[in-house]
């Protein structure tokens, strides 16, 4: 397909325009259309990029048309699923951007638990329609996080340790390459593609559909439990974590307790632990695997119940503050990590500052670390460690802080999860990709993105 429609110089660009408007189903909007500003808006705030065209495709042949105007007009593409990156890749300057929100086609096969999604619907989309046949696929912890990011960076969330990341319910995928073509890949057709999409974020393609496995999690114990965040209890909740059923998973922020209506009054401001815990299983073992975090003190509050999974993502709250966030991988949270967590949340000035702590293992851990381009199957924790704030200009003073809780809190793991990843250079995104799977993606972008059209993102330069 010839799509030379775009091109640096300014004088052609209208012309350009209108006539990649003619070849597209999904609507083009240009800097002076109509909802540009909203149009070119990412989740985070602090991230004000102007696009010089931001197109919704309607389908796979949308993106071709896309991808090969970018390719013939030397523009930077951005690829936007759900738009949280948090490094603001969902949008670019000057650049076109693809924004695949519009398409959002699912075909669920009940009886064959697989199901074909398009990557402009949402976690909390494709979840709600898989649990109405008591199915689902795990993301993360956020229903407006895209489908398309999550998935290609590994995705981590409330059955990782049931059923293992996003990415190993990945099955097959339908991709547009750099050359504007729609390949389908799988274990047997293009496998090289195939591994590294698995954990390889943006580097390869757009990827226009993605075929899930799908589970029975239907009735789930889950919800939050909130508990006072003291040494020992941020140490024990650890240690429970990593002793719990597979059928467990944990996601634990520590952070001083927001004054909600559902806690208490006078827990608002202290340091508490803001547990959301999903027993993906029978909800009576669900409550004897729950029992020991229920012991660990008297709760602040406890909202923890039997539920459907769906249940799980409540609704997006409309506007997002700037974030600085530092995510990394520890080996223990002792009593000696638990008090540097807390000493380091009581000098942060953000408005919000907390510690996530994630225990891994269990299904994730099985799977070996070179089946897929994700490398970090023997990482026992994750924590995240975040800072809210409202002002850009305030970054730099809340990004330090970030680093440093990270640099007091470093043991032996160097790994770091792409999908959490700021944009913070090559040597960060070595640490996603260590050794042998970065030299294996090196080559496979030799393979398919010679000339790196796809590079806004955790990038993998060609070789
Ligand atoms: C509030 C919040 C909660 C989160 N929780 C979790 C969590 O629990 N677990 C977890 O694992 N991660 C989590 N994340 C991280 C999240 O998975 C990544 O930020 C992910 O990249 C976001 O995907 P998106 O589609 O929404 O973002 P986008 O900004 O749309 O996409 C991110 C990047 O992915 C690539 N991309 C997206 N779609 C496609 C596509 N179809 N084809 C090719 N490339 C594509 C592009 O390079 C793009 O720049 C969270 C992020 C936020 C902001």
Redesign the pocket.
Known sequence: MTTDVLSRAPATTATAVARLRTLLQGRVIAPNDAGYDEART???GGIDRRPALIVRARDARDVSTVVSAASDGGLEL?????????AG??VSDGGIVLD?SRMKALDIDVERRRAWAE?GLTAGEYTTAAGVHGLATG????GS??????T??????YLVRKHGLTIDDVLAAEIVTADAKLLYVDARRHPDLFWAIRGG??NF????RFKFRLHEVDRILGGTLILPATREIIASFAAAAEAAPEELST?ASVMKAPPLPALPTEAHGKLVIIARMVYAGDVGAGERAIAPFRRLAKPVADMVKPMRYAELYEPDAGRHPVASIHTMFVDTIDGAAAQTIIDHLHTSTAKMAAVEIRVLGGAMARVSADATAFAHRGSRIMVNIAAMYERPDEAVVHQSWADTVADALRQGDAGA?V??LRDEGAVRVREAYPGATWERLVAIKNRYDPVNL?R??HNIPPG
């Open positions: 990412v989740f985070y951005a690829v936007r699923s759900g738009g949280h990156s948090i890749f969902g695949l990557t993301f993360g912890d956020t996080v895209g489908i398309g990011g999550i290609l960076g590994g995705g981590i969330g974020g943006g393609g757009v990827v226009t996601i999860y999908g959490f796809f806004l993102n």
